[in-house]
């Protein structure tokens, strides 16, 4: 089992940034190999922002690319998510995210509200 605790979120002015934090803390230490967060604004499905792999590899969703960064420490316990230039349309919840692809398992967080003002 895999319990994920986000913490940064808040309210900032557009153009602000924030970094998002999310440490993982599970009764197994081995399987985690993908990490990342989503988001989910009102009244929208969640959507994928960034994910990041072995490698370390990365994705992002194209609405976000070159303003945010994700990354990771060695040892898959805490990723992170720089958001720059915010914009009012980045506001959301914001899920951590990480999923054992051996598995097939995958891990939530409980989220953290990210509000941009304009």
């Known amino acids: 089992q895999v319990q994920l605790v986000e913490s940064g979120g808040g309210l900032v002015q557009a153009g602000g940034s924030l970094r998002l934090s999310c440490v993982a803390s599970?009764?197994?230490?081995?399987?985690?190999?993908?990490m990342g967060w989503y988001r989910q604004a009102p009244g929208k499905q969640r959507e994928m922002v960034a994910l990041?792999?072995?490698?370390?590899?990365?994705r992002y969703a194209e609405a976000v690319q070159g303003r945010f960064t994700i990354s990771r420490d060695n040892a898959w316990k805490n990723v992170y998510l720089q958001m720059n230039s915010l914009k009012p349309e980045d506001t959301a919840v914001y899920y951590c995210?990480?999923?054992?692809?051996?598995?097939?398992?995958?891990?939530w967080g409980q989220g953290t509200q990210v509000t941009v003002s304009s």
């Open positions: 599970r009764t197994t230490n081995r399987g985690i190999n993908v």
């Open positions: 990041i792999t072995n490698g370390p590899n990365t």
């Open positions: 995210y990480a999923k054992n692809s051996y598995t097939d398992a995958s891990y």
